[in-house]
């Protein structure tokens, strides 16, 4: 059974400041990974997918990466913005079954001024 | 872009009482699900939809049915509602099942 962790579950840093948020998962075989923003109380907003295939994904300041033989996946936040703060969710799509996501249970980030 | 919206923000209702929660999307996605948020669990998917009145159970059926006859609505009933289906209640939908999925901004249902 697929398990996905993220580690710190919260993180502090002075505005902009560079960031990595981590993401694992214990099984390779996956066929794509997505990462997600949630601001309190709301619903989850999509911030990048990274197909198996890939080994990163760029949108803006956000730069995610994929490394799936060590089951791990970062998302790096550049020059941070208190606007950032929010949690960060990844989950996994796994080969095979390609519809049903595994979450993490998130990293809240708090971005400080 | 996108749109997917759920029929209402908060809702609370009283054990036993059948309560439905609606989704609608505006993009023609042939894929609609349904996840409950709990604190420490994450997320977890109750139940999905890939075609007009076709449905796949998730990880956590149980307590809960769907209905799809409309390819913009999904809605997700709860027969008889309990205390332990207080929860975050999320709605998603994608164009293919491995494509990236778009949430609705949620309902936080409490029952008592």
């Known amino acids: 059974k697929q398990e996905v962790t993220q580690i710190p579950a919260a993180l502090s840093v002075p505005e902009g400041e560079n960031l990595v948020l981590n993401c694992s998962f214990t099984d390779s075989a996956i066929y794509n990974l997505q990462w997600f923003r949630q601001d309190p109380g709301k619903g989850l907003t999509s911030l990048l997918l990274i197909q198996s295939s890939q080994r990163e994904q760029t949108s803006g300041r956000l730069n995610a990466s994929l490394d799936k033989s060590s089951g791990r996946s970062t998302l790096y936040i550049a020059a941070s913005q208190p606007g950032d703060s929010a949690t960060y969710l990844c989950?996994?799509?796994?080969?095979?079954?390609?519809?049903?996501?595994?979450f993490g249970t998130g990293t809240r980030l708090q971005v400080t001024l | 872009d996108v749109k997917v919206t759920q029929s209402s923000r908060y809702l609370v209702k009283r054990t036993g009482e059948k309560v439905f929660l609606e989704c609608v999307q505006d993009m023609d996605h042939e894929n609609m699900f349904w996840y409950r948020q709990d604190p420490g669990l994450g997320l977890r998917l109750i139940y999905f939809?890939?075609?007009?009145?076709?449905?796949e159970k998730g990880d956590i059926p149980e307590g809960y049915s769907v209905s799809r006859e409309k390819k913009e609505r999904f809605s997700l009933i709860l027969e008889s509602a309990s205390t332990n289906q207080t929860s975050m209640y999320l709605c998603?939908?994608?164009?293919?099942?491995?494509?990236?999925?778009?949430f609705g901004p949620g309902t936080r249902l409490t029952v008592t």
């Open positions: 939809s890939y075609d007009v009145k076709m449905k």
């Open positions: 998603a939908s994608s164009l293919y099942l491995s494509y990236e999925q778009y």
């Open positions: 989950a996994v799509r796994p080969g095979g079954t390609a519809s049903k996501l595994t």
